[in-house]
């Protein structure tokens, strides 16, 4: 109990620091996102892997190249990289999938190509949730099919369109979240995109 009272306050303390992927790192640390040993196990390629996203210097890349194509999908959206301070390094480490997760949810939404709405959003979790990184996923995505229609009735038709796509996706595509995006912001987004079986 006594842990879980520091890892709340050491949430309340980051948000004042406007570091979003630090507060949200905590908040994982805080509900303690689980996954499968299999999955833990694909996600080694990217064991200690979380690079500054610097959306300014992305912003240089070509027109058709995949950080070029993630920068306009932030600013379009006035969405922040969720960047990880150095010192959380040990609470990152423990919390892989949690991270991996946060840090690459936008990048999914780019190269799947699933806007910020509703309909977009449950395509990402839809995609997901079919590549099996956890079992929170899939209770979310069960959730998320009974309350979006609800929350965005106008949505309803794209929101089940993009479930169905979301899961073909899923069933398609490499693990996605063990691949190492940051690596690749320079190549056009088409021939990520091919690479990862998204075509």
């Known amino acids: 109990m006594l842990q879980k009272l520091q890892q709340l306050q050491a949430i309340i303390a980051y948000k004042s620091s406007g570091n979003l992927g630090d507060i949200a790192i905590f908040k994982s640390e805080f509900f303690g996102a689980k996954v499968s040993p299999i999955v833990a196990s694909k996600l080694q390629p990217v064991a200690g892997y979380y690079p500054v996203i610097d959306l300014n210097q992305l912003s240089q890349y070509p027109q058709g190249s995949f950080g070029r194509e993630y920068v306009n999908h932030m600013r379009i959206n006035q969405l922040k990289p969720l960047n990880i301070s150095p010192e959380l390094e040990d609470i990152a480490k423990r919390n892989l999938f949690a991270l991996r997760y946060l840090v690459t949810h936008d990048i999914f939404h780019v190269l799947l190509d699933f806007d910020t709405t509703y309909a977009g959003e449950i395509g990402v979790l839809a995609f997901a949730a079919t590549q099996n990184y956890s079992q929170s996923l899939q209770i979310g995505l069960w959730l998320a099919r009974l309350l979006y229609p609800i ?15 979301g899961r073909e996706l899923g069933n398609k595509a490499d693990f996605m979240l063990r691949y190492r995006f940051e690596d690749h912001w320079e190549e056009p987004i088409e021939d990520v995109r091919k690479r990862l079986g998204l075509r």
């Open 151 to 165: 929350l965005a009735p106008q949505q309803t038709k794209a929101i089940f369109v993009n479930l169905a796509k």
